[in-house]
């Protein structure tokens, strides 16, 4: 994908603010820390578009980026983690819920894990959620060149597995190496137009 513009629209707390542009949307979701904004900045060939940090929790709000003025990238709260007062974990739970729930401009959501884990409550309820309503899902495992390629292959059929997935269904994606973006990217296009 040629990337012409990507340009940050605007951060939103609630329904009231998402944005009124009128272009197909696909979201980023995973755990604090899984590499959300790192994947989105290496698919649009940016270094800083979307602010990565080390420390997990800093994206509080769901950002939306407008790419080529023809589609929008969705960057999600992270989900897990539990250094924030509670009351915070269920006002992004909520918000977050509202917009997978009643976002019409929504053709899918990427959903990145980190290859050194394995899939935990909050992914099982994800994907089932997901499945339920009708969202398109595709799993990207993170961090992938942070792994023995024999780990690699190993960590992913054990996520697949867990998770009732073919192990073709799970993208290896390294945000260092590039790895796994051509094939993010051709589930992202399909999706915009329809295709999967």
């Given at each position: 994908?040629?990337?012409?513009?990507?340009?940050?629209?605007?951060?939103?707390?609630?329904?009231s603010q998402f944005p009124?542009?009128?272009?197909?949307?696909?979201?980023?979701?995973?755990?604090?820390?899984?590499?959300?904004?790192?994947?989105?900045?290496?698919?649009?060939?940016?270094?800083?578009?979307?602010?990565?940090?080390?420390?997990?929790?800093?994206?509080?709000?769901?950002?939306?980026?407008?790419?080529?003025?023809?589609?929008?990238?969705?960057?999600l709260p992270g989900y897990?983690?539990?250094?924030?007062?509670?009351?915070?974990?269920?006002?992004?739970?909520?918000?977050?819920?509202?917009?997978?729930?009643?976002?019409?401009?929504?053709?899918?959501?990427?959903?990145?894990?980190?290859?050194?884990?394995?899939?935990?409550?909050?992914?099982?309820?994800?994907?089932?959620?997901?499945?339920?309503?009708?969202?398109?899902?595709?799993?990207?495992?993170?961090?992938?060149?942070?792994?023995?390629?024999?780990?690699?292959?190993?960590?992913?059929?054990?996520?697949?597995?867990?998770?009732?997935?073919?192990?073709?269904?799970?993208?290896?994606?390294?945000?260092?190496?590039?790895?796994?973006?051509?094939?993010?990217?051709?589930?992202?296009?399909?999706?915009?137009?329809?295709?999967?």
């Amino acid at each position: 994908m040629k990337i012409i513009s990507a340009e940050f629209i605007t951060s939103a707390a609630k329904q009231s603010q998402f944005p009124i542009e009128n272009f197909p949307e696909i979201a980023f979701a995973g755990r604090s820390n899984a590499g959300k904004s790192s994947m989105i900045n290496v698919l649009l060939n940016r270094r800083r578009l979307v602010k990565t940090s080390s420390t997990p929790g800093k994206t509080r709000l769901i950002n939306f980026f407008l790419i080529n003025k023809e589609f929008i990238f969705v960057d999600l709260p992270g989900y897990g983690y539990a250094n924030v007062p509670k009351a915070v974990r269920i006002g992004w739970k909520e918000t977050v819920e509202t917009y997978l729930l009643n976002r019409a401009l929504l053709k899918g959501v990427v959903l990145i894990m980190d290859i050194r884990r394995v899939p935990e409550k909050e992914e099982h309820d994800l994907i089932g959620w997901l499945k339920h309503f009708g969202i398109g899902c595709r799993l990207a495992v993170s961090k992938a060149d942070k792994v023995s390629k024999s780990e690699l292959i190993r960590q992913r059929s054990r996520i697949a597995e867990a998770l009732l997935m073919e192990k073709e269904a799970v993208i290896p994606f390294s945000a260092k190496t590039r790895q796994g973006s051509d094939a993010v990217w051709e589930w992202i296009k399909g999706r915009i137009h329809g295709a999967v």
